[in-house]
């Protein structure tokens, strides 16, 4: 390096110098020239080439460049662009870092994850994250529980809706203890179904169930609603809320939500996520969808292939239905009829009457009630099932029986009332919208925003006197004008004697009082001295 350093001093350096250099060291000639640039500089790197000179003197991420790099999404070029810019604006100006000084303090001060939530949020950070796997335990001892929306379209009268699914796991056993389907966005009515499969163990339900000792739940209002919170409680199971947006907490029905799809659902006509030919990924229109009694039927019977054939790789070459029967754990039973209590609504109790039960303002009849009017009944039902209602005894808790409503429709009113609804809801939306479309001009330049749309002064005068006579007809209030004084002989109640209004004083004043009772009009004349005649 001295003998170069040498030749350039005097002159007589020259490229083939430079290729020699850099052929003995293995490196680029770039590279050569640049540790002659730092040596002129710097004696350190004349014994020590390509040597940092100070090891303080390296350019390292700052909080600012972090801010920089939330701000534009990771994207390092456009950091460069604002240190430039922020540099250049200093005074006296600084020196920024090049572009790839910049990529290599980034690679150096940074992890991958940290990389990956600067670009992409929290939830791209936490795929380069290490979770710890907990204690599988013994069967029964936690369950995990979700909502899936299948990504499959299904026909559901006549329309292509994508089913959700409710289901319950065992963390010990990776086994589907119960589940439950429904054609739109699923309730408390689901999470409850999905429960009271889930815990019995009778046919079609197979071998699992019983009730858990703990269950997980993500914070979802169907889960934590009061009455599943109630079932919860008569079942003597413990609810572990868990907190928002930690999936990676509940793995178990996370994994099997994933499986579903990969393993099942995307071989299913109608699914939603299959690559399309062409630029728009549109459905065939000559595909035909499953039905929603079929679609559940080959879901449940995907569940008991999941049960009894396939062997997840953390059960180590044995199915969900061997995990669970070599495990010697006791199982807590409840009875059908006791468990479909538990997962009913309360809804208070009613005095049974001639015309049956009154629930929601509209009776409820059975057959089981011929002499029984006057009886104190309590009301269970389910949510939305609103067609049945079941009667206990208010005294003894005793199961009476089932209600059903009274002169309820018939399928063909019922059809013709949705149609009208959604006739209506369509026209209004059409007029809301009709409503609050607003145009503006579009701009070249920078310029305040212009609305467009004209009026002619009869369209605006039209417009503004039937709203004036709405808002008149609205703003109408009778007690404006205080009732006028009654005559003096006449007892007045306090809390009308502060909204009359005084006779005026100094001349007479005529009131009449309202008709005797004998249907005749009394009149009074009230004089300035108080005397009535």
């Known amino acids: 390096m001295r003998r170069l350093l040498g030749l350039r001093a005097g002159g007589d350096l020259t490229a083939g110098h430079v290729r020699v250099a850099a052929d003995a060291l293995g490196v680029s000639e770039r590279t050569v020239w640049r540790w002659l640039a730092a040596a002129q500089s710097d004696e350190t790197a004349v014994a020590y080439p390509g040597a940092r ?3 303080d003197a390296r350019f390292t991420i700052t909080p600012e460049v972090r801010g920089l790099l939330a701000l534009w999404k990771g994207n390092v070029r456009a950091v460069h662009r604002e240190l430039v810019l922020r540099a250049a604006r200093q005074s006296p100006p600084e020196a920024p870092p090049s572009l790839t000084t910049l990529h290599r303090a980034i690679r150096r001060d940074l992890t991958s994850g940290e990389r990956a939530g600067l ?4 939830r791209a950070a936490r795929r380069h994250d290490v979770f710890l796997a907990r204690p599988r335990g013994w069967r029964n001892k936690v369950w995990e529980t979700d909502h899936m929306q299948a990504p499959v379209l299904v026909d559901v009268d006549g329309r292509a809706r994508r089913p959700w699914i409710t289901w319950f796991t065992d963390c010990a056993t990776n086994a589907i203890t119960g589940v439950a389907v429904t054609p739109v966005y699923p309730s408390r009515e689901s999470v409850l179904a999905a429960l009271r499969s889930a815990v019995l163990r009778e046919d079609p339900y197979g071998p699992f169930g019983g009730v858990p000792e703990k269950i997980r739940v993500d914070r979802g209002k169907d889960f934590l609603s009061r009455t599943v919170s109630a079932a919860f409680d008569l079942l003597d199971v413990t609810v572990e809320d868990l907190p928002a947006c ?8 996370e994994g099997l939500n ?9 071989a299913l006509p109608g699914y939603a996520r299959q690559p399309r030919p062409g630029k728009r990924p549109s459905r065939p229109k000559d595909e035909v969808l499953l039905g929603f009694e079929d679609f559940t039927a080959r879901l449940l ?3 008991r292939w999941w049960n009894t054939e396939h062997r997840p790789a953390p059960l180590r070459g044995r199915t969900p239905l061997q995990a669970w029967q070599d495990d010697p754990t006791p199982l807590r039973d409840v009875a059908a009829a006791d468990l479909w209590t538990f997962t009913l609504e309360d809804a208070g109790t009613r005095t049974l009457t001639t015309r049956g039960i009154r629930f929601k303002k509209r009776d409820y009849v059975g057959p089981w009630m011929t002499g029984q009017a006057g009886l104190q009944v309590r009301i269970r039902f389910m949510p939305h099932h609103d067609h049945r209602i079941e009667v206990y005894h208010a005294a003894t808790g005793r199961y009476l029986g089932p209600a059903d409503l009274a002169d309820q429709a018939t399928k063909e009113q019922i059809s013709a009332v949705r149609r009208a609804r959604a006739a209506r809801a ?3 939306k059409k007029d809301l919208e009709a409503a609050q479309r607003e145009r503006y001009a579009a701009a070249t330049q920078a310029e305040p925003p ?3 749309g004209a009026l002619t002064a009869t369209q605006a005068d039209a417009e503004l006197a039937q709203s004036a006579d709405a808002g008149l007809s609205q703003l109408a209030l009778p007690d404006v004008v205080p009732p006028a004084a009654p005559p003096a002989d006449w007892r007045t109640p306090a809390s009308l004697a502060a909204l009359i209004t005084p006779a005026p004083s ?3 004043s005529t009131t009449t009082a309202p008709d005797s009772p004998d249907g005749q009009a009394a009149r009074s004349t009230t004089r300035e001295d108080g005397d009535a005649s």
Do not use: I, N
């Open 53 to 55: 000179s100070r090891a």
């Open 119 to 122: 670009a992409g949020g929290e």
């Open 246 to 253: 930690t999936p990676h907490l509940k793995g178990t029905v």
């Open 258 to 266: 994933r499986a579903v799809e990969s393993m099942f659902l995307a």
């Open 301 to 303: 019977a995907w569940t």
């Open 426 to 428: 369509r026209r209004l």
């Open 450 to 452: 212009r609305r467009l």
């Open 506 to 508: 100094g001349r007479d």
